[in-house]
């Protein structure tokens, strides 16, 4: 593969990335579902082709996103299962890549509010997928986020709670300061734990680098001042 060939592979994932951050941000679920419709057909084009599976489960987990942002938990469910599926390839074919265990836990997370009676199932592969994924790359700041998003819906006698969510989110800031979605998840945890001054604080810094983000606006007007 030629640097040319690798020069336009990487701009090719970047602006992919950002298309589905674009649509996220706005939550445009018409434009998610023409994405993961293209990517779907990709992926059962290259059943061989780790990086087309991947694709296709991170597609997914952003439409699953918005579905749960629009209290849609049907349609959640359903796109998180065909990124469970693809994402489940993704790791079989390259069981070494991090990035796709978390992809398994967070969509195996993001199906749980559609259907609680397979809460046990999911619960386990969310848990176990994105503590794979830390032990594989312990700097991912995307695998501590996910990993602090469980712990923020798992009660405090089965090993989450609020407190443990807040210093995942703290440790995927270190990582990275200007990941997003990790001070707007923060911010979340601070408001449930009533600390709302610095629960408001978090949502700026997230607003201040991801200003486009419908879903971190709404988490702002919902969190009281004081």
């Known amino acids: 593969m030629t640097r040319w060939t690798v020069a336009l592979l990487a701009g090719y994932l970047l602006a992919a990335s950002s298309q589905l951050e674009q649509a996220r941000n706005r939550q445009d679920r018409n434009a998610l579902e023409k994405i993961v419709a293209e990517k779907a057909s990709l992926a059962e084009k290259r059943p061989g082709d780790a990086a087309a599976q991947a694709e296709l489960a991170e597609a997914a987990a952003y439409l699953a996103e918005v579905a749960l942002e629009l209290q849609d938990r049907d349609r959640a469910r359903s796109a998180a299962e065909i990124g469970i599926e693809a994402a489940r390839r ?26 609680l009676l397979l809460a046990m199932r999911y619960g ?47 440790k995927a800031i270190e990582l990275n300061p200007r990941a997003a979605d990790a001070w707007l998840w923060l911010g979340i945890a601070l408001r449930k734990a009533q600390r709302h001054a610095e629960a408001r604080q978090a949502i700026l810094k997230s607003l201040e680098l991801n200003p486009e983000r419908v879903w971190a606006r709404r988490q702002l007007e919902k969190t009281p001042a004081q």
Do not use: M
Not at 131 to 155: F, I, K, M, T
């Open 124 to 170: 386990k592969c969310a848990a176990e997928s994105v503590q794979r994924a830390l032990e594989l790359d312990p700097s991912s700041w995307r695998a501590w986020l996910s990993r602090g998003v469980g712990h923020y819906y798992l009660p405090p006698a089965l090993g989450g709670g609020v407190e443990a969510a807040i210093a995942d989110f703290r």
């Open 90 to 115: 993704a790791v079989a074919l390259k069981p070494t890549v991090a990035e796709y265990h978390r992809l398994l836990g967070a969509l195996c997370g993001q199906a749980i509010p559609g259907n």
